[in-house]
C-alpha cells in the first residue's frame, strides 16, 4: 500500500505542478488607463504612429532596444507615459527616478525626442501599444519575423520568452514521465519477484541492469548525436549565410572626426543643409568642403578655445590644396537595388531617422537599420501614403476608396520587384 500511495503522491503533485505553470506562464493581464481609447480608429492611428517612430527599438510585448511597452499605462501615470515619449531627456536629467532607472537598465541608450507629436497623436499611440495585435497574437509575431535588425529581418515567429516557457514545460513534462515510468517499473518488478510462478529464466530477464555503455555505443545513438551535431552546423551555416552582406551596425573611422550629435543635434543643423540631393535626386550627396567653409571660414575651433581646431584644419588643407575629403561611405545599397532619396523623403515624406536612426545623437556615425529586403518590404507593408495636397494620388485614394483599410505603400506598388530591380 506504502507504493501505491506513492505513485498517486507522484501523479497529484504533476497535475498540480502543471496547473502551475501554465497559471503562471499565461499573457500578463494589465490594468489599461481609462483615458486611452479602445477603438479601431484610435488603435490604427497609433499603429501608424508605432510603425514610424517606435518599431525600430521597441516590440509590445518583449524588449527589444527598449522595454516592452505593453501596460505602460498600468505602471505608469498617463501624464508621465506622454512626458516620456515626448522628450524621456527631459525627465532623466530631471532626477526622476522610474526615468532615470529605465535608462541605466537600457545601457544609457538615449531614446529620440517626438515633441512633433500632438497629444491626440500620443494617446492614439498609447491606444495601439495597450489593445493593438490582441487579436491574433501568432499572427502579430510573425508580423514582426522581418522586423529584424532593427525594423526587419531578425525577429521569430514566436516570441522568445514564450518559446522559452514552451521549452522549459517540455522537459519538465517529460522528467516527470520518466520518473514516474521508473516508479511504475520498480513497483512492477518487486511485484513480480514475489510471484511463485517465475522460473529462473524469467526472474533473470526481470532483474537484468541496463547496459548503458551499451546504449551510448549503439548505432541509434550514433545517428541521433550525430543528426544533432549536424542540425547544429546547418542552423549555424544558415544564420551565418542571412548575415552576409548586412552591415547593421558598421561604424567606420573618417579623414575627419566629423560630430553627427555637435552638428545635427546641438546645434539643430537641418540634415538638408549639407545633403543637398536629399529632397531632389537619387543620393543625398556627400558635402563638398566648401559647404563646411560655409561656416568654418569664421568658426575655427568649439567651446571657444583659441587656435584652429586640428580636425577644422584638415579641412582648411583639402580646401588649400583642392583636394577632396575622402569620407568612408558608411550605408551600402547592393547594385542591384535601386533606391531614391528624393522619392521617400520629398514625395512620401519620409524623415532621416526612420533608415538611418537618431543619426543626431551620433557622434560616430552607424549603419542603425538593417537595410535589407525584408526590412524594406516590411516598411512599404506598414507604411501609410501622406495623400492629402497631393493630386498624384487623387486616383488611387478613388480606387482604393471602396477599402477599409488605409492606402499603404504596398496598395501602389511597392511590393512589384520591378519597383526596386530593374
Same mark, same amino acid.
Given at each position: 500500500m506504502s507504493i501505491k500511495r506513492s505513485i498517486l503522491g507522484v501523479s497529484i503533485r504533476v497535475c498540480h505542478l502543471l496547473v502551475l505553470i501554465f497559471l503562471f506562464s499565461g499573457i500578463q493581464a494589465y490594468a489599461v488607463d481609462p483615458?486611452?481609447?479602445?477603438?479601431?480608429?484610435?488603435?490604427?492611428? $497609433?499603429?501608424?504612429?508605432?510603425? +514610424?517612430?517606435?518599431?525600430?527599438?521597441?516590440? =509590445?510585448?518583449?524588449? /527589444? *532596444?527598449?522595454?516592452?511597452?505593453?501596460?505602460?499605462?498600468?505602471?505608469?501615470?498617463?501624464?508621465?507615459?506622454?512626458?516620456?515619449?515626448t522628450n524621456s531627456q527631459v525627465l532623466i536629467q530631471g532626477g526622476d527616478a522610474d526615468a532615470v532607472a529605465l535608462f541605466k537598465e537600457f545601457n544609457n541608450t538615449v531614446m529620440p525626442s517626438?515633441?512633433?507629436?500632438?497629444?491626440?497623436?500620443?494617446?492614439?499611440?498609447?491606444?495601439?501599444?495597450?489593445?493593438?495585435?490582441?487579436?491574433?497574437?501568432?499572427?502579430?509575431?510573425?508580423?514582426?519575423?522581418?522586423?529584424? $535588425?532593427?525594423?526587419?529581418?531578425? +525577429?521569430?515567429?514566436?516570441?522568445?520568452?514564450? =518559446?522559452?516557457?514552451? /521549452? *522549459?514545460?517540455?522537459?519538465?513534462?517529460?522528467?516527470?514521465?520518466?520518473?514516474?515510468?521508473?516508479?511504475?517499473?520498480?513497483?512492477?518488478?518487486?511485484?513480480?519477484?514475489?510471484?511463485?510462478?517465475?522460473?529462473?529464466?524469467d526472474k533473470e530477464f526481470i532483474n537484468q541492469k541496463t547496459d548503458y555503455k551499451g546504449i551510448f555505443k549503439s548505432d541509434g545513438m550514433i545517428i541521433i548525436v550525430t543528426a544533432i551535431v549536424l542540425a547544429f552546423v546547418v542552423k549555424t551555416a544558415i544564420n551565418g549565410l542571412y548575415t552576409v552582406g548586412v552591415q547593421q551596425g558598421y561604424a567606420p573611422s573618417q579623414p575627419i572626426a566629423y560630430s553627427h550629435e555637435l552638428h545635427a543635434g546641438q546645434y539643430e543643423i537641418p540634415c538638408q543643409y549639407c545633403h543637398t540631393g536629399v529632397e531632389i535626386g537619387k543620393s543625398a550627396n556627400i558635402p563638398s568642403a566648401n559647404i563646411c567653409m560655409n561656416c568654418h571660414m569664421h568658426i575655427q575651433n568649439v567651446e571657444g578655445k583659441e587656435g584652429v581646431s586640428p580636425e577644422i584644419a584638415k579641412i582648411y588643407d583639402a580646401v588649400d590644396n583642392n583636394q577632396p575629403i575622402e569620407w568612408v561611405r558608411v550605408h551600402n545599397l547592393p547594385d542591384l537595388a535601386y533606391f531614391n532619396h528624393s522619392q521617400h523623403v520629398a514625395v512620401g515624406g519620409i524623415e532621416c531617422q526612420t533608415c538611418h536612426g537618431p543619426i543626431e545623437e551620433m557622434e560616430v556615425v552607424s549603419q542603425h537599420s538593417a537595410l535589407t529586403m525584408g526590412w524594406c518590404i516590411d516598411c512599404h507593408r506598414n507604411t501609410e501614403i501622406t495623400t492629402q495636397g497631393n493630386e498624384y494620388y487623387d486616383k488611387l485614394v478613388q480606387l482604393h476608396s471602396e477599402s477599409k483599410d488605409a492606402l499603404k505603400v504596398k496598395d501602389i506598388g511597392g511590393l512589384e520587384c520591378a519597383k526596386c530591380h530593374y
Open positions: 483615458e486611452i481609447p479602445d477603438s479601431e480608429e484610435a488603435i490604427s492611428a $497609433g499603429q501608424s504612429i508605432f510603425n +514610424a517612430n517606435c518599431k525600430t527599438c521597441h516590440r =509590445l510585448d518583449q524588449k /527589444l *532596444v527598449g522595454p516592452a511597452l505593453r501596460g505602460v499605462t498600468d505602471r505608469r501615470e498617463l501624464d508621465w507615459a506622454k512626458q516620456f515619449i517626438h515633441d512633433f507629436l500632438s497629444d491626440d497623436d500620443l494617446t492614439n499611440l498609447l491606444s495601439y501599444i495597450e489593445y493593438g495585435d490582441k487579436a491574433d497574437p501568432a499572427a502579430a509575431a510573425a508580423g514582426a519575423t522581418a522586423e529584424g $535588425g532593427e525594423a526587419t529581418g531578425s +525577429a521569430g515567429g514566436i516570441p522568445n520568452e514564450y =518559446l522559452t516557457i514552451i /521549452l *522549459v514545460v517540455l522537459v519538465i513534462v517529460l522528467v516527470l514521465v520518466l520518473v514516474v515510468l521508473g516508479l511504475i517499473v520498480s513497483v512492477l518488478t518487486k511485484y513480480m519477484n514475489k510471484s511463485e510462478n517465475l522460473d529462473e529464466e
